[in-house]
């Protein structure tokens, strides 16, 4: 296809066949293959971004009640069912919905019942994390526990320690955990933010999606200075920019399993190597990524952060220019 006729696609399942046809049926409130395609699903990683997919579109339908309807002790079913209540009382919270605090009782108690179904998963776990997020000021104790290093804060350190047990350097628990340091407070958010990136990519094996981190916080930092209005070019091709982008690159994108890895993921070290002036590595991520891409990072780019047709535009330049540059690399 010429590049001028090429039009991303964003779809929550990304390259997941399977998890897309379930997403499908869910859609239309139908959940056998989600139940079906769980019970086949290899591994805690897999498991936790499937759970993860699952559960914001289940949020919206009664589906996963009525599989606990029909299959009341299934495993799978529970931890749904706590997929679904967090994810609806995250939704509250944006919205400052009034029964905010109910429905986040009934997520933490939708948590603890499937922690009992599921004692090895570590999903429960996370979902809890998520929860952490509402506790701005930190009141519950198990949200102010003492770190486990130092430029650290106190924190819901039990949680991620639960989890990480469970399936250690799990995605997802570790972008739960940088989302509660985002919602506190007190301290200062955005260094207690680089803080704990630098801490978790520092112990992260090779293959660990925990190395993509640093480049979430360094879009957030870029949001908040309004770079798009101040023209921060220079914020990608600093020496740490191109060292986060290349950590990323080669330990993690290099050795990371296609079918498990998150289109998140994959547009950010897209956008440090094209930011950071790498364009032929780049063009190794926008050719893994196929004919997907997300609105974030792209859309702080732009003058206006809520247009998704701009973000697709940035999206279309730079990956249009990267592969450029690696054509004309002999590539």
């Known amino acids: 296809m010429a590049q001028d006729q090429f039009r991303p696609v964003y779809h929550p399942a990304g390259h997941d066949n399977e998890l897309r046809t379930a997403v499908a049926d869910l859609r239309t409130g ?25 559960g914001a579109v289940a949020a919206g339908s009664d589906a996963v009640r009525a599989w606990l309807t029909e299959e009341p002790e299934s495993v ?32 933490w108690e939708a948590c603890r019942i499937a922690a009992q179904h599921g004692p090895d998963d570590p999903v429960p776990w996370v979902c809890l994390l998520a929860l952490s ?44 955990m940088l989302q509660f340091v985002y919602a506190r407070k007190s301290g200062g958010h955005l260094s207690e933010a680089v803080n704990f990136v630098q801490w978790a990519a520092s112990t992260a094996p090779a293959g660990s999606a925990l190395l993509v981190l640093p ?50 993921d994959l547009n950010h070290l897209a956008h440090a190597l094209w930011g950071a002036g790498r364009f032929v590595e780049a063009s190794r991520v926008f050719d893994a990524l196929g004919p997907f891409y997300t609105p974030p990072p792209w859309q702080y780019r732009s003058q206006n952060p809520g247009d998704p047709g701009l973000a697709e535009e940035i999206f279309l330049r730079a990956r249009s220019r990267c592969f450029t540059a690696a054509r004309d690399a002999g590539y």
Do not use: I
């Open 30 to 54: 139908r959940w056998l293959s989600m139940r079906n395609l769980l019970n086949a699903t290899p591994g805690w990683g897999l498991w936790t971004q499937r759970t993860q997919v699952l």
């Open 76 to 107: 799978a079913g529970h931890v749904m069912q706590c997929r679904v209540a967090v994810e609806r009382a995250l939704r509250a919270h944006r919205e400052n919905h009034p029964r905010t605090p109910e429905w986040w009782h009934e997520a």
């Open 133 to 176: 997020q509402l506790d701005e000021k930190q009141k519950l104790e198990e949200h102010r526990q003492l770190p486990p290093g130092p430029m650290l804060f106190p924190g819901p350190w039990g949680l991620l320690s639960e989890a990480h047990r469970r399936d250690p350097y799990n995605r997802e628990a570790y972008h739960r």
């Open 215 to 264: 480049l979430f916080v360094r879009v957030e930092r870029y949001r908040r200075d309004r770079g798009h209005e101040r023209a921060l070019d220079l914020h990608w091709v600093t020496e740490d920019a191109l060292r986060e982008a290349v950590l990323a690159l080669d330990g993690w994108f290099d050795r990371a399993d296609p079918l498990g890895t998150s289109l998140l």
